[in-house]
């Protein structure tokens, strides 16, 4: 199985500044049959389901800010929240679908 | 809008067996991968099990191999968890969730496996 490893646990940040939350996986999930990275990013409240906010790395679902972005490819990736708002205080998982689905372990991020 | 409903949560002993559903609308349910992912109090995602559209395909996570099953009614846009042989470490909140990328989730229903 593909392993995902979010580096960093916990984030704490100003408000109005960036956070950037990073991920790598064990093998790359870049698809050379269609060249798309089959990662995805998700947001979790407390006491709420997560939400998924990117897939296929870098396209935001239909409805998220577009505070949120998505980069990176093959096995390195990035979430970056470009000004960071009160109710974006979450933990947030990136989740890889190449194969059969593994996550991370989440980054909380908190308001500094 | 999609709407996911889990139901059949409970507190069962070790060794029991438990039976989720989930009731699915808002979408074409016979066109959708179906998946099972449950989290443990205070813990991160883990995805148990998916089912292919038409039920002719299934996976699971090592761990649940051959004590759970999952399946699903297309008439009745409904997918299930047979929960069997239960162990403590199964506590957890079970999330339907569609989509080969785990697009959408319902609230979860939890399950507490304790003597």
């Known amino acids: 199985d593909i392993v995902m490893t979010q580096s960093t646990d916990s984030l704490a940040v100003s408000l109005g500044e960036r956070a950037t939350i990073n991920c790598k996986s064990s093998?790359?999930?870049?698809?050379?049959?269609?060249?798309?990275?089959?990662l995805a990013w998700f947001q979790q409240k407390p006491g709420q389901p997560p939400k998924m906010l990117i897939y296929?790395?870098?396209t935001r679902k239909s409805g998220v800010p577009d505070r949120f972005s998505g980069s990176g490819s093959g096995t390195d990736f990035t979430l970056t929240i470009s000004s960071l708002q009160a109710e974006d205080v979450a933990v947030y998982y990136c989740?890889?679908?190449?194969?059969?689905?593994?996550f991370g372990l989440g980054t909380k991020v908190e308001i500094k | 809008e999609v709407q996911l409903v889990e139901s059949g949560g409970g507190l069962v002993q070790p060794g029991g067996s438990l039976r989720l559903s989930c009731a699915a609308s808002?979408?074409?349910?016979?066109?959708?991968?179906m998946n099972w992912v449950r989290q443990a109090p205070g813990k991160g995602l883990e995805w148990v099990a998916n089912?292919?559209?038409?039920?002719?395909?299934?996976l699971y996570v090592d761990s649940v191999k051959g004590r759970f099953t999952i399946s699903r009614d297309d008439a009745q846009n409904s997918l299930y968890l047979q929960m069997n042989s239960l162990r403590v470490e199964d506590t957890a909140v079970y999330y339907c969730?569609?989509?080969?990328?785990?697009?959408?989730w319902g609230l979860g229903t939890l399950v507490t496996v304790s003597s």
């Open positions: 969730v569609t989509g080969w990328g785990l697009d959408d």
């Open positions: 808002g979408f074409t349910f016979s066109n959708s991968w």
């Open positions: 089912i292919k559209q038409g039920g002719g395909e299934t």
């Open positions: 093998q790359t999930v870049l698809s050379s049959s269609d060249n798309k990275n089959y």
């Open positions: 296929w790395a870098s």
């Open positions: 989740q890889q679908y190449y194969g059969i689905p593994t």
